[in-house]
């Protein structure tokens, strides 16, 4: 699947993370944005946003972990 920046998304793996000194457990079916992609198209950046759209961290993360989200 091809992903472009400024996609919705959604996690389909638990991940964990750390951003600027907080961390924790991105669960399954959290939503986000793609951010920037890199040459390398496996790894893009993808901001990730709580049920209030508020930002909870921005990582680096392997496409296999997301899918589209159809739903915006």
């Known amino acids: 699947m091809k992903f472009k ?3 919705h998304v959604i996690l389909r793996k638990e991940v964990s993370f750390v951003d600027d000194g907080d961390e924790g457990i991105l669960p399954v079916g959290t939503k ?4 920037h992609i890199y040459p390398n198209p496996n790894v893009v950046i993808v901001e990730f946003f709580d049920q209030d759209w508020e930002t909870i961290c921005v990582e680096d ?4 972990f997301l899918e ?5």
Do not use: R
């Open 5 to 7: 920046e400024l996609d």
């Open 61 to 64: 993360i392997a496409i296999g």
């Open 32 to 35: 986000g944005v793609i951010v």
């Open 68 to 72: 589209l989200d159809e739903t915006v």
